[in-house]
Every structure is written in C-alpha cells, then in structure tokens.
C-alpha cells in the first residue's frame, strides 16, 4: 500500500523504516540532552520573533504590542537560561485549559461528552506533572515520542516484508500461469 502510493521501492521503504526506528532509539536513549536542546532552540526562535517583531512595529505599535514583544524577549532568554521553565509554564497553560472544563463536569454532574472530560483530567494530571518537575516532563514527552517513532518504524518494516512477499508471490502466479479466477468453459459459471 505505502509503496504503491509513493512509488518506493522496498529496499527504500526498509531504509526508511529502519532509519526512523534509528531516530526513535536515539530520541528514547538521548531524551534529556534533545528535549533541552529543541527547547532552547524555540527559545531562540522566540526572541529572533520578538526582536524583528519589536523593530518593525516600534513606529506604528501601540504600547502593549511593545510590551508583548519586550516580554517575548524576556521570556526566551529566561527559558533559553532555564529550560524547565517552559515545561512549568506549559503545565499552567494545561491547567488553565483543564481546570474550567473539570469543574464544569463535576459541577453540573454531566458526563456525557466523556472524551473531552478524560483529555482534561489527562491534561490536569500532566500539567500537575509539569510543574513540580519541568525537567523530567522534558524527557519523557522526548522518550514517547521516540517510543511512538520506533514503533511507527518497526510497522513500516514488517510492512514492506508483507508487501513484498505478497507481490513477489502475485508475480511468480503470473510468470507461471496460474490464475485461480480464469474460467476455462462456461459450464463452471452454471454449476456454482
């Protein structure tokens, strides 16, 4: 099917699925130094923002545009110096998107959109987690994601196998004549 779609060879498909089962065992054994790394990274990318932000609109921007941009600079450098503060401040962000919504459901007593209700207590229960450990809250949001990269992987692999044993055997029925759907005379029409 994947390679059906993408026209990839299976030697290819083996390559990439291999390849991304790589980079989920790294991002799983190496979960502390990227997690820290790509954050500071967005830290960057947040006060380069900031900064073209702040220089473009300094002649047409109101003061709490200057403010915001100004806070957008304080607030890359501090999680740049600090990169569990991101993950402390991801944690408020959940528990001001879960709190409201847990609250509402217990306070009503209406369960019926129960999907919405799980992902706010799943949201608390993190955020809760970010807060009093942003650090590890890095990790192990890096280790799932590794963890979802290399299963993603291994099924590619398996994958491409199958593929290639099903067309391989297709391909050697045609070779050899063998069609188990060919009609030789109309009386096997009648008799089914």
Not at 9 to 20: A, E, V
Not at 67 to 94: E, K, N, Q, T
Request: with cysteine; aromatic share 16%; charged share 15%.
């Amino acid at each position: 099917m994947f390679s059906k779609e993408f026209n990839f060879g299976f030697k290819t498909l083996r390559l990439i699925s291999l390849i991304i089962v790589i980079i989920g065992l790294v991002f799983i054994f190496a979960s502390k130094f990227i997690g820290i790394f790509s954050i500071r990274v967005a830290a960057i990318g947040l006060i380069v923002f900031s900064l073209i932000n702040f220089n473009f609109s300094t002649a047409f921007a109101i003061n709490y545009e200057k403010l915001l941009s100004i806070l957008g600079i304080v607030g890359g450098i501090l999680v740049f110096i600090f990169p569990g503060l991101a993950m402390f401040l991801i944690g408020i962000g959940l528990m001001v998107f879960a709190v409201p919504i847990i609250y509402k459901a217990i306070k009503k007593r209406d369960f019926s959109d129960i999907i919405t209700f799980s992902i706010a207590i799943i949201a608390f229960c993190f955020a809760v987690y970010c807060i009093i450990n942003g650090k590890a809250a890095i990790s192990t949001v890096v280790k799932l994601i590794g963890i979802i990269l290399a299963i993603i992987g291994c099924i590619f692999f398996y994958r491409s196998i199958d593929l290639e044993k099903s067309t391989n055997s297709f391909m050697n029925d045609i070779k050899n004549g063998v069609d188990e759907y060919k009609f030789t005379s109309a009386e096997e029409i009648e008799e089914e």
